[in-house]
Structure formats: structure tokens, C-alpha cells
């Protein structure tokens, strides 16, 4: 209930298409984070000369051209990448098809890493905009960044057109605002510029105008080119034909923040407004500009509301970006196939969340403190530009398309002015924290490259195409008895249902003295075999483990330790409580060929159990119902299936769940090619909601009332903490599913990763994300 008001009613995956964006709703989605560079470029840029006097403020505008040129040559440049990359041209994209994967990966790193201190940057503007108008909220700066956070984070969860539609106001009011302020002041202007309240404060020399200083000064007002690559990575989002719409908006966006930026420079240096960092109280270059102009009337508070407000909003840009860049490094191997995953309103929700968490601790790290975290900023912006660019020259010189001389030259161009700009800002701005930003870009590709070799290992193993399904499995049941209560009634129910073709071999683990324990079990079960001690001097788990290694089996044999519970509690309690289970589980959890299987007694399930009780034995279900859900064809599927196919069902299925169209027919054409006997039902789960459609399937078997269904659910076990992450999320969500599901068994079937496989060892796999099994 909470997540439907918060984030709204799940779209089902066709309704995508009636998510995209017209070029109207496109720029305040995409253009937010560059348009609102523009309140605090020119501040950045004046701050850096007020160190060498008032005198210095007569290069801003020469820095600003300098600037706008830069801008301009990135914009062109970008138009061509979007068009020449009609799904998405990303820096990544660009540099990892005409570079190689290095090179893409650091672009990669670079953006992640400035979408992440965009949302950052932006908040914390925006919080200190708030603060500066409620000085009452001071004591409260990093709480109110934290609760805009959430509220970003929550309107892009809702979805792209929502957001757009909510953003488009304060993104055009800004836009407005801007150019009414300086159509006002350059008419002003006309019989002499008013001055500044600033205007006589004095600023004391405390460098010399060297050319690091202006190097330093052009690096500060670069800042006004942040985000122009979100259009890039953003292009499928835009409604059809969408390069070409892609590539007009980026235009518009860019001849808007040119102007701005311009403007506000020359306006500044005409109204002669002085900042720097040792004012106090500190006011901002466009209040100060806003209220000269407008002499502090209502235009001017309006001036200031919009200005917050797109402070705040500009975050998201990021929050369109990132999500979608994680998806396709997901899609690619190099990231956990889990961003691929949509969410109820059709975007990429897990990257949205990470991305909060990531700027959320950034700003507490910082403690909300603006002049520290725009000190790491655009380094990797510039970096990113320059890889994008240099791969479409490497693109262009490479297919000589029609024009690619031209294309080259203008890509060229634009490499070779953003390289510079990469060099000048890397050394300006290295010592105050731009050294952050370059030492963790290495880090980043390193681990982007440790979870791509994890995804490739695993592939291989999977597609050794070992297995098929004429190789034939046993499967001996060990029964741990530890009473001869209702749960034991179950599970020994269950086992007569499945009708193992091997021996049960019933161990006894309980308290009672042996003979009275034989003779319990010999009234309760006497198909199922003479009750067999442990033998003593060890502990259970302990004394488990070597009986199961004792047994003889084939190479491809399973042994299935059954283990009867009570669920009686919720999810949480019944985790604390399970304690047998859990530690049978964890015992085995290596051992090749070994599954633990829990049969659970549910509290629908109790009133049942009793009348079987009264009966003295258990009652022996009519049918055996087991169903094994698949995402990929690979030798953990067969696997599985054989496994499946052991327990004797009267009635064996596979079930794909396609949360997205084209999915089932790859898997259709993939299973007619294997030629797998083995039925295989298809169902859609047009909201990505697998949990549903799946517990529908099962219940059409449950309802009649005389089935029980056993779902088999291939799961991951790795022999590195880390590689827990990439795997198994949704097999741990259909067993939360299932555990409360009366009439229901779910088995676990290990699938152990990492290490070269032994004998046995092959068991089966549930590959997350992707057919290929990786």
C-alpha cells in the first residue's frame, strides 16, 4: 500500500512506448543539470579571479567567450554522436566500440562518478538556496539535502514522463526568469549601468594574475558544460524519429545556456558585482545581479525561487542517466545484471536507489559543504568528452561513411579542445579534491572488470554444453526425524507422494530412546524404511555430514536431506527460529550433489495435518506436481530438469516467465533447437512482477486439493563474499514467495561457482538477467 502511493500503479511493459519523451518534456528531464550550471558558473569563475583583485574581473568575459566556444564545439560534436548512435551514444558506448574496453570502461567510471556528484552539487546548492532565504534552518542543512534526496528519488521512481511533467515548470520558469533578468538589465544598461551593492567592497590581492590563475579561473566556469552528455546517453527515451529529436533538443539546449551564460557574465562585469569567498554574508552573482536589476521587487523573489528550485531538480539529470548507463554496463557484463531490471513504472529502479545511497553518503561525508564537493567536480565530465570524441574520429576514419571528413574534423576538433580542458582542469584543481575523482577512476574499472571476468567464467561453465537430458540421475532421500509431530506427518507425507524410486533412508535425530522411536516410526511409516540412528560422540550437523559422504553414489547422483519444520510466525521470526534447517543447509552448502530440502507445515496446513493425525498415518497425495522455473538453456538447466525428473512427478513442467515480449520467443526457438521433452509453459508478466503470474501457475495444480507441487529453484553458491551480490536475487524471491504457500515444497538445487567443478558438481544454476546464463 505504501509503494503504490508513494510510486503509483505498476505499467505494464507494452505501455513503454507511451513513456517517451516529446522534445518539450525531453529538456527539462535531460537539460536540467547544464541550465542550472548557469547560476553558479560565472560565480565559480569570478571567485578564482577575485583572488587576484577587482582589476582581474576584466579577463571574465574573454574567459567566458573562451568558454562558450568550448560549449559550442561539444555541443556539435555530441549532435553527430547522437545521431550516429541512434540507441544511445554514450561516452561508453562511443569509446568502447571504437577504442576497446578500457578506454570505455574508464569513460564509464568518469560519468558514473560526475552523475553521482551532480545529484550531490545540485542538492546541496539547492539546500544552501533554502537556507540562505530560512537562516533559521541552518542547524538543518544536511537533513533538508537528505530529504530532497528522497524526493528526487521518489518522483523518478514514479517514472520519465512524471518527472518530466513535474520538473518542466521550475526548468522553463528558470529559463525565463534568466532571460527577463538580463533583457531587463541590458536595458537598464542603456543610459549607464546601476552598480552593485558589491560594487565598492574591496578585494584584497592575494595572488598574482598568473596564468595558472587564469587556467584555474576557465577550469571554475567550466562547470557550465556539466550534463551535456545526458542527451547522448539518454536517446531511447525520446519519443520517434529519436536521434533526430535527440539532436534538436541538444541544440536548443545549448544555444539557451550559451546565452545565459554569456549574458549573465556580461551583465555581471557591467554591474560591477563582486564576490569572493572571504565575504561575509555571502551573496550569490545572480541574486546580486537580480536585485540590482530589479531593485528588489517581486521579480526578483521570484528570481530566487526558481533558481532553488532548479538547484534542486537539476539532479535530475542524473537521475535519468544513471540509471540508464548501469543498465547497459549490466546488459554488457560489467555491472550486476540486477540495474537491467525495470521497475513498476518502467524505469530502472535499482539504479535510481543505488544512486541516491551513493550521493547521500557523498553529501554526509562532506557534511553538505558546497565549496568542498565542487572541488571534485568536472574532471570527469571533460574526461569522458574527450574519450566520446576521440572515438568518433576512430569511428569515423574507420567506416568512411558519406561526409566523414567533415565528421572527423568536427569530432576532432572537439577532442582536441575538451583534452585540453581535461589537462587544465586535472592540474588546477588536483589538490583541492580533483584527486579523488582520478584516483577512483582505476578503482572503478577494476571492479568493473572483476564482475565482467565473474560473468564470463560463469558462462563458460554454463554453456559447456556437458549435459543433455538422456543422462540419467538417482536421487537417495535421507530423512531427518526429530520427532513424530505433525511436521514429520508432513514430510513423511510428501515423500510417499513423490514415491522415490531409490531407497529413504529415515535418521533419527530426536531425544526418545531408540526402540521407542522404531517403534513410532514403524507405525507412522512403515513403507519408508527401519529408522537408523546417528551415531553418537559428535554433533548433529557433524554427524549428518559424514553419514551423507558415506553413502555410494554416481558422479551425476543426488542425495537429498529432508528436513520437516513448523511455520507458525512471519518471515523475519520464522529466519531466527529455523535453526536445524539453517544449519543442515550451511553444512552442505559446498557439497557437490547434495540438496537440503525443507518441508514446511503452514498454519492453513495445520487443521489438515490433525485429521490426518487422528487417521494414525499419513495421508498419501493422489499427485506429485513438480515444476521447474528456467531463464536460460544451458547445463544448469538440464540439470535442474534432471533433477525434476527424478522425483517421479506425474506431471513436470517448465516455466519461463517473459517479463518483456521478444524474450519468449528466444527461449521458444532455443528450446525446439535443443529438443528438450520436457514441456515448456510461457508466461507473461507484463508488470515484471514474476511473483504473481508464478504463484497463479501453481496454484492451478494446489486448488484441486489432492496435489502437491514441488518447485524446483536453481540457485548460486559462490566461493567469494563479493560474488553473493550478482546472483540468486530471484530465487531468493520466489522462495520468500513460496514459504507461506500452502501445498508447496520448494527445493533448492546448489550450483557451486568459482572453483573447477568435481565430480557431481554440476548441479544447476539460475542465471540472473539476460538468456545467456551470465
Known sequence: MVKRVLVGRPHASEKLEHQLLPKTLALPVFASDPLSSNAYATEEMMLVLALAGATAFRLMLPIALLIALVLVIVIT???????????????????????????????????????????????????????????????????????????????????????????????????????????????????????????????????????????????????????????????????????????????????????????????????????????????????????????????????????????????????????????????????????????????????????????????????????????????????????????????????????????????????????????????TKFTHGAWIVVAAMPLIVMVLLSVHRHYEDVRRRLRARELTMDVEVGNTFVALIPDFGAPTREMVSWLLTVRPEREVIPLYVGDLPLEEAEARWEAMAPRLGRLRPLEPGEGETRAVRRFVRSLDRGENDFVTVVVPEEVSTGLFLYILRRTRSFRVKAAFLVEPGVVVTDIPLLPAERETADARAQEERPLELSRNVCLVPVSGIHDGTIRALAYARSLRPAHLEAIFLAGEPEEADEIIEEWRRQEIDIPLTVVEAPFRDYGPPFLEEIRRFTRRGDTIVTVVLPEFVVDKWRHALLHNQRALYFKRRLLFEPWVVAVSIPYQIGSAPGPGARETAEVEGGRDGS
Request: net charge positive.
Open 77 to 427: 560534436s555530441y549532435r553527430q554522436t547522437v545521431r550516429a548512435y541512434p540507441k544511445g551514444g554514450g561516452s561508453y558506448i562511443v569509446a568502447r566500440e571504437n577504442l576497446g574496453t578500457i578506454p570505455g570502461l574508464v569513460a564509464a567510471s568518469a560519468i558514473l562518478q560526475d552523475y553521482v556528484l551532480t545529484v550531490a552539487v545540485s542538492i546541496t546548492a539547492g539546500t544552501i538556496a533554502i537556507v540562505s532565504a530560512a537562516p533559521g534552518l541552518a542547524d538543518h542543512s544536511l537533513s533538508i539535502a537528505m530529504a530532497l534526496i528522497v524526493f528526487v528519488a521518489l518522483t523518478n521512481l514514479r517514472g520519465v514522463k512524471e518527472a518530466g511533467t513535474l520538473f518542466a515548470i521550475p526548468t522553463y520558469g528558470f529559463v525565463v526568469m534568466i532571460y527577463i533578468t538580463l533583457v531587463t538589465g541590458f536595458i537598464n544598461c542603456l543610459d549607464g549601468c546601476p552598480r552593485a551593492a558589491s560594487a565598492d567592497l574591496p578585494l584584497e590581492e592575494t595572488q598574482a594574475l598568473t596564468l595558472f590563475l587564469l587556467l584555474r579561473a576557465f577550469a571554475s566556469g567550466s562547470t557550465a558544460l556539466t550534463g551535456v552528455e545526458a542527451i547522448a546517453d539518454g536517446v531511447q527515451a525520446f519519443r520517434r524519429p529519436q536521434s533526430k529529436n535527440a539532436a534538436a533538443t541538444l541544440g536548443f539546449m545549448g544555444m539557451m545556456t550559451i546565452g545565459m551564460f554569456l549574458g549573465i557574465t556580461l551583465l555581471a562585469r557591467g554591474l560591477e558585482v563582486r564576490v569572493s569567498e572571504h565575504l561575509v554574508p555571502h551573496r550569490s552573482v545572480l541574486a546580486q545581479i537580480g536585485e540590482t536589476v530589479f531593485e528588489g521587487g517581486v521579480p526578483f523573489y521570484i528570481l530566487q525561487i526558481f533558481t532553488a528550485l532548479i538547484l534542486i531538480l537539476a539532479a535530475n539529470t542524473s537521475y535519468q542517466d544513471f540509471p540508464r548507463l548501469s543498465a547497459i554496463l549490466a546488459r554488457d557484463g560489467f555491472m550486476p545484471r540486477q540495474f537491467m531490471n525495470r521497475g513498476d513504472r518502467l524505469v530502472f529502479s535499482n539504479g535510481i536507489v543505488v544512486l541516491s545511497l551513493l550521493a547521500a553518503g557523498l553529501v554526509w561525508i562532506f557534511d553538505a559543504n558546497l565549496t568542498a564537493l565542487i572541488q571534485l567536480y568536472v574532471v570527469g565530465v571533460f574526461t569522458a568528452f574527450t574519450l566520446s570524441q576521440a572515438g568518433m574520429v576512430r569511428r569515423w576514419i574507420r567506416l568512411k561513411e558519406p561526409g566523414w571528413r567533415r565528421s572527423a574534423i568536427i569530432n576532432g576538433v572537439g577532442a582536441s579542445a575538451t583534452g585540453i580542458v581535461l589537462v587544465i582542469v586535472t592540474l
